[in-house]
């Protein structure tokens, strides 16, 4: 039986907690929000939120008093936050994350064979906790914002999978450090083409249709224009999340905090990975942000029937051509 020393024990505890774990992923998260939601403001002509306003209005949350819907189901009103904090951990204790300053091969994560399968349901656990949340509320607004989520995830959750699988075929191995190891050996994903095959001209252009459809995917789950319709504020307030409040309303923008950093960092270790560093890691991941904002403000909102139709008229078919390409391409068939 191993024993593990307790310095040894000690360096992953701080590694879970601090860096490059909750503490690091909460105040990138943040920067990350802050990123969008400035420049957001600044493509619109406004000012914009200051660099401290998510740490701000994370602490006024849980200085408030939680109230609890009194026809509401309460244990899972109760739960749904919790869920989806949950969740969010686990995938970020799951992402290779560079951790040295200068260059040399150093990540930190908890990974196993198959994690990325993993990550995709964790992911879409969230949802479904928001989901669940607006549905325990009873609220109309709440019901409302999760029948839309739900409607939108049915859509989206199935061209997501294929784009991500397709990357791991791509590679051949469905852990994420093994894809993170193979672009610091062979340049980018987005980049790479295969030696020794007549058709070698098509893999960026699979890689390229791949990152449309992963990227279109992502977009609902930051809450970005045009797929924000289920908290589409100016109709149905808050959506599913309505009725919260402080310290449980306080654990869901926890979570998405999480999520700003999470989202913007799984996109580069699929997409443009190969990182030796934390400084360039971060540096992809705020050009990654950027453009999520670019997209936010260049897009009206969708109605629901819209992004329903634009996701299975588009996105499926796309992600269909993209994981058949990438298959091809791992197999050896072309």
């Known amino acids: 039986m191993q024993i593990i020393d307790t310095q040894t024990l000690l360096e992953v505890i701080l590694n879970i907690l601090v860096y490059p774990g909750l503490l690091f992923a909460f105040i990138m998260g943040s920067l990350f929000w802050w990123e969008f939601r400035k420049l957001r403001a600044r493509f619109q002509s406004r000012v914009g939120p200051p660099w401290y306003q998510t740490f701000a209005d994370l602490i006024k949350l849980f200085a408030k008093e939680t109230i609890i819907p009194a026809i509401s189901n309460k244990f899972l009103f109760v739960f749904a936050p919790i869920l989806?904090?949950?969740?969010?951990l686990v995938v970020l204790w799951?992402?290779?994350?560079?951790?040295?300053?200068l260059p040399a091969i150093s990540i930190f994560n908890?990974?196993?064979?198959?994690?990325?399968?993993?990550?995709?349901y964790l992911l879409a656990m969230i949802e479904a906790a928001e989901i669940l949340a607006g549905f325990s509320s009873s609220s109309p607004y709440g019901v409302i914002g999760s029948s839309r989520k739900v409607n939108l995830v049915i859509a989206y959750e199935l061209p997501f999978a294929l784009a991500t699988i397709a990357v791991a075929f791509h590679v051949s191995s469905l852990r994420l450090s093994d894809i993170f190891t193979y672009q610091i050996l062979n340049g980018p994903f987005i980049l790479d083409v295969p030696t020794g095959s007549s058709f070698a001209f098509l893999a960026p252009i699979f890689h390229l249709i791949t990152f449309i459809v992963f990227i279109m995917c992502i977009l609902p789950k930051l809450r970005i224009k045009p797929f924000d319709m289920p908290e589409a504020?100016?109709?149905i307030i808050a959506g599913p999340l309505?009725?919260?409040?402080?310290r449980l309303l306080g654990l869901f923008e926890l979570t998405h905090v999480l999520k700003w950093f999470i989202i913007p960092a799984l996109t580069v270790i699929l997409f443009f990975g190969g990182d030796l560093t934390i400084v360039t890691f971060l540096i992809k991941c705020a050009l990654v942000v950027l453009l999520f904002t670019f997209l936010e403000v260049i897009n009206p909102r969708y109605r629901i029937d819209q992004g329903y139709k634009f996701y299975f008229k588009y996105i499926l078919p796309l992600a269909i051509i993209a994981f058949i390409g990438e298959t091809a391409f791992a197999l050896g068939v072309i």
């Not at 989806?84 to 969010?88: D, H, I, N």
């Not at 799951?94 to 300053?101: C, D, E, G, M, R």
């Not at 309505?242 to 402080?246: A, H, L, P």
């Open 84 to 88: 989806a904090l949950a969740s969010a």
């Open 242 to 246: 309505t009725e919260y409040s402080g």
């Open 94 to 101: 799951l992402l290779p994350i560079p951790v040295s300053i």
């Open 110 to 120: 908890l990974s196993f064979y198959g994690d990325l399968i993993l990550v995709i």
């Open 233 to 235: 504020e100016c109709e």
